[in-house]
T-cell receptor, first 113, second 114 residues
């Protein structure tokens, strides 16, 4: 079955530690996105990529980094510079085209120890 | 500054009745709107969309209405079923040069009572 796989489902980070969230898709989608969801808020865009080896910052990119070396993969690193990383992180992908609906993974919940 | 607002954090509706979820936006440049449904600990699932050239789009039990002059859209679910209990997000498409991104509302939690 085609879909988006995010791993791990739950992740704990120590102070000062970088952690990487995985996002893999086998939908052959060109565009991929990372969002952050906090309680009572909508999804906020961290980074997005519309093509391999290219990505753009979203509204809240500070403290995060990404890479897009393969079409299928778009890992997100939460660096120690992100002072409030506890949140639910969602990865999405879609066919390239502005009105194409995004398909989401089931998310990773990151917590600070 | 929230450009997409869902002012009702939650809504409770009797099974079989109509559920109406509302969404307001401030940016007149938005020209495409989407509704997503989200269950706990899962990612959102696309439900229905509407272009600004239309004022209504229907898909089975789901209908989205768009009032451009009021910058308001609504999602109607009829009849409401227990499986409709979820958080519903409204999102608007903003174009920026050759890039585009979705702007999301905070969501409305819909509870269908048996």
């Amino acid at each position: 079955d085609g879909g988006i796989t995010q791993s791990p489902k739950y992740l704990f980070r120590k102070e000062g530690q970088n952690v990487t969230l995985s996002c893999e898709q086998n939908l052959n989608h060109d565009a991929m996105y990372w969002y952050r969801q906090d309680p009572g808020q909508g999804l906020r865009l961290i980074y997005y990529s519309q093509i391999v080896n290219d990505f753009q910052k979203g509204d809240i990119a500070e403290g995060y980094s990404v890479s897009r070396e393969k079409k299928e993969s778009f890992p997100l690193t939460v660096t120690s510079a992100q002072k409030n990383p506890t949140a639910f992180y969602l990865c999405a992908s879609c066919v390239r085209g502005r009105t194409q609906p995004q398909h989401f993974g089931d998310g990773t919940r990151l917590s600070i120890l | 500054d929230q450009q997409v607002k869902q002012n009702s954090p939650s809504l409770s509706v009797q099974e079989g009745r109509i559920s109406i979820l509302n969404c307001d936006y401030t940016n007149s440049m938005f020209d495409y709107f989407l509704w997503y449904k989200k269950y706990p600990a899962e990612g959102p699932t696309f439900l229905i969309s509407i272009s600004s050239i239309k004022d209504k789009n229907e898909d089975g039990r789901f209908t989205v209405f768009l009032n451009k002059s009021a910058k308001h859209l609504s999602l109607h679910i009829v009849p409401s079923q227990p499986g409709d209990s979820a958080v519903y997000f409204c999102a608007a498409l903003a174009s920026m040069d050759s890039n585009y991104q979705l702007i999301w509302g905070a969501g409305t939690k819909l509870i269908i009572k048996p």
